[in-house]
């Protein structure tokens, strides 16, 4: 355990530091007595993982705030400065982009204000965007790198920081460990660089990016349709639509790239469609969960809606909903979505012959075996990476840099998907219009996306997938979840819910030339599996389950029995 003294000493240099602002400092006197808050502002620094920093916003170590945002770009700097070294000395510059969350625009102008601090041109957009447009751009402007200040789907008073490389994809754990490196080394607040917006803009170190960036993203996006022509001879006019941006940034580039598709039946739950901070109208604004549709679908229902789309805050991921026979709707799973854009694009490619030869599939080691069963009934190749859209965008790196493979699509289960090279990180919006233009497509065959579906699952087999997640706040739910995880590790089970235990995989141990990873995956001799994997961003730990069955009701028996006796195991 964390000594007392040690974090009041922390909190102390705080108050003392000439660097920070005399708001911090008061936010950290009011706190005087409180030693629980205050030992979990200070007993560690907030940590930049392999996808950045996320934590609660306030004053501390802990936390996002200015200070340890400046920190972390001090490091990123110093990353991009040295590689710059190593590729000629050109002056490298850097993508800013921001969500719609409490202080993202600020921690935004921070970050770009310390890249100027170090000599590093910053390309801040003035007012919020989505996270794959930011992907995007960093491509198209042949940038260094990029920065996201987005806390994705999490509650409201978190943020946090993601950090790009010129790819657009997000850092790899071998950059990562290098911008790690450099962070390590910014001891002091005093030794973050940093200018004045006014120095930066006089300077050209701070160039604002505007609303002429969103026509090339959106065209960009729109290009990537299989059946426009279709759509735009009345398909795209038949299909009814309602989408909610969950007060988020996906309300303008989804409405605009649908726009170009040709529909004109697109809803927007008014409630949620202006930015909010708080996401008020939610618990959480995280397009996975039933709830976070409840307008939507009061909407839908009124106006007779053939499916309900949702964004997160920062537009990576995409949730949907689709009406039943019965006119009720239903929510699909990350799995489903996939499944069915996946089958509806592979199937159109083949249709009009433009299915590559050497095309591939990408998927995460958690993610549905369906959608790669599908894959290679198209005759693709199926790859597997770690969880993280930026192991996919690793993957498209290779693909591209060999050329042995055309990417052809890339998801996870957790609402993730990127069809198209335009960029490197899973994009909600793309996934919007496709989801939209397959609802057009089987609407005009009298089909709704649920009776596409139940095509899929006729063909290829009932596979059913589940999530469940332990939330253990605090340093000592860390500690619990290394436990839990030595002890499935150390003392694997041999059978669950009736069936052998045929293999254990371990990636700790770096299978299958992944990086090493803290998850283990157990086969079933009866083709079901279920994994075990610590989230990287949050105190909690994610068990995942799978299971094929010859009948819908099988697998849904079948997954729920394999669920409940692995939580029992956990509980227990």
């Not at 920065?147 to 490389?165: F, L, R, W």
């Not at 009776?451 to 290829?460: G, M, P, S, V």
């Amino acid at each position: 355990m964390s000594n007392p003294l040690t974090v009041l000493d922390k909190v102390q240099s705080w108050l003392e530091d000439a660097n920070i602002d005399e708001a911090t400092k008061q936010e950290l006197r009011s706190l005087e007595g409180h030693t629980a808050e205050l030992e979990d502002r200070f007993y560690k620094d907030l940590e930049f993982g392999t996808g950045g920093l996320r934590g609660v916003i306030g004053a501390g170590s802990n936390r996002m705030n200015r200070y340890t945002v400046g920190r972390a770009t001090q490091g990123f700097a110093a990353y991009l400065l040295a590689n710059a070294q190593e590729h000629g000395n050109k002056a490298p510059s850097v993508v800013i982009a921001h969500d719609s969350r409490h202080f993202s625009p600020e921690f935004a102008l921070e970050s770009a204000l310390v890249l100027a601090g170090n000599g590093i041109t910053a390309k801040l957009f003035r007012s919020l965007r989505p996270t794959p447009q930011l992907s995007f751009e960093v491509r198209r402007l042949n940038a260094d790198g990029g920065i996201v200040i987005t806390a994705s789907h999490n509650p409201p008073e978190y943020n946090g920081y993601k950090v790009y490389n010129n790819t657009g994809g997000q850092l790899v754990p071998h950059e990562a460990e290098q911008v790690i490196e450099q962070i390590r080394q910014v001891q002091s607040f005093g030794e973050v660089k940093r200018l004045t917006q006014e120095e930066a803009e006089a300077k050209g170190l701070l160039v604002w990016l505007d609303e002429a960036e969103d026509e090339a993203f959106a065209d960009t996006v729109a290009s990537v349709s299989v059946n426009r022509e279709l759509l735009q001879n009345g398909a795209g006019k038949d299909v009814v639509v309602v989408y909610t941006p969950l007060h988020g940034t996906g309300n303008k580039p989804v409405r605009q790239v649908l726009d170009k598709l040709g529909f004109s039946q697109i809803h927007i739950v008014p409630e949620q469609e202006q930015p909010d901070p708080e996401f008020s109208t939610v618990k959480s604004p995280n397009p996975e969960e039933r709830e976070a549709f409840t307008k939507a679908i009061e909407l839908g229902t009124k106006i007779n809606a053939d499916l309900l789309i949702g964004t997160d805050p920062d537009a990576d991921r995409m949730g949907a909903v689709v009406r039943t026979k019965d006119g009720k709707y239903e929510i699909l799973t990350g799995n489903q979505s996939g499944a069915i854009i996946v089958n509806y694009l592979l199937s159109q490619l083949k249709e009009q012959g433009n299915l590559p030869a050497n095309g591939a599939v990408v998927k995460t080691i958690v993610t549905s075996e369906l959608g790669a069963v599908i894959a290679e009934h198209y005759g693709l190749t199926v790859f597997n990476t770690l969880t993280g859209f930026k192991y996919i965008g690793e993957k498209m790196n290779e693909f591209e840099k060999s050329g042995d493979h055309t990417f052809v699509f890339g998801y996870e289960e957790s609402y993730g998907y990127l069809a198209g090279n335009y960029a490197r990180d899973k994009d909600a919006v793309v996934a919007a219009s496709l989801i939209s233009e397959a609802a057009a497509y089987y609407k005009q065959q009298g089909k709704t996306l649920m009776d596409a579906l139940e095509d899929i699952y006729r063909k290829f087999g009932y596979y059913r997938e589940a999530l469940s997640s332990l939330t253990m706040k605090g340093k000592d739910g860390v500690a619990k979840i290394n436990d839990l995880m030595t002890a499935w590790r150390v003392s694997p089970p041999d059978a669950v819910n009736g069936a052998k235990v045929t293999k254990v995989l371990d990636y700790s141990k770096g299978l299958d030339g992944l990086p090493k990873e803290n998850v283990l995956k157990f086969l079933l001799e009866d083709g079901s599996w279920f994994c075990l994997r610590p989230s990287g961003t949050e105190p909690k730990i994610k068990f995942y389950f799978a299971v094929k069955g010859s009948t819908d009701e099988e697998a849904k028996a079948r997954l729920a029995s394999l669920q409940e006796e692995v939580l029992s195991r956990v509980e227990a």
